[in-house]
């Protein structure tokens, strides 16, 4: 019985990509797949440090390889997709995680901040979802799609309109394309998580403001640990979670639910 229900969680001969690997999150979870037995390509930009990490994991027997990808460039995430391929295959579960943080208030928000978070966060998103599921539906494979939004996609922040409209982006796209996508055995699914000490939040939470923040806004009174999303993302990965398509998976802390 535990073989089997752990075994409906394995990604065991799955090829894996995970955009936004090179820190934080797509770090952490490129490793929990790997763990979890699939051959993981692992794309960023800063390729140095994907190399550093891609070759840790290699060291403890995961079978895993960097490509550059710049989620903004369509020729980069197609030249990528193609590099995993010629590793390992179709890619079959995508992590579509890479993504931007910067605050800046509205008033203060230039074209060029707009268009850049726009672009990495929400057209990313859609360009490598796209990419693979051409290519899955091309080679007529099933896969899993897991979209990395946010709970900002579902409330809002000050400071964050570009990228609360970016997130709410993502959350709608991952309900389309599961619509769409479904007749071709392609799960697309989101998790949006609360927060996370990552490079993204830049030590903010260790300030006398953040700590305040966590306490007040937060029903459980502490970040996330980057464990927590290791269980959301192996459902929606794995044929776990194969009867799931279009949701989004709160991780926060409770605090989408926090009283007003
Ligand atoms: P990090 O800053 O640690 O990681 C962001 C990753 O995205 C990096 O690996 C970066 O790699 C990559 N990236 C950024 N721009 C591009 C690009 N144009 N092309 C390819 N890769 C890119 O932050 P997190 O791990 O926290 O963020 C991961 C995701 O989680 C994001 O989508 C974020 O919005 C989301 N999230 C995070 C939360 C948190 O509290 N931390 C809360 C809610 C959502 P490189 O620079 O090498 O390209």
Redesign the pocket.
Known sequence: MQKDINSRFSLAGRTVLV?????????HLAGVACRAGARVVM????VD?LRELAEALRQDGSQTVAVA????DRSSVEAAFDAAEAAFGVVEVVLN?????NGQRVLELSEQEWSHMLS??LD?VWRVAQCAAQRLARAERPGSIVN?A???GLRVGTGYSHYCAAKAGVVQLTKSLALELARYDIRVNAIA????T????DGFFDSEKGQAYIHNAVPMRRLGRLEELEGPFLLLASQAGAYMSGSVLAVDGGQLVGSL
């Open positions: 955009t936004g690997a090179s820190s934080g999150i797509g770090a794309a960023a930009r800063r440090r990808m710049d989620v903004t995680n890479a993504g931007i943080g990495t966060n990313g990395i946010s709970m900002l998580p609360g927060y996370f990552t490079e993204m939040t």
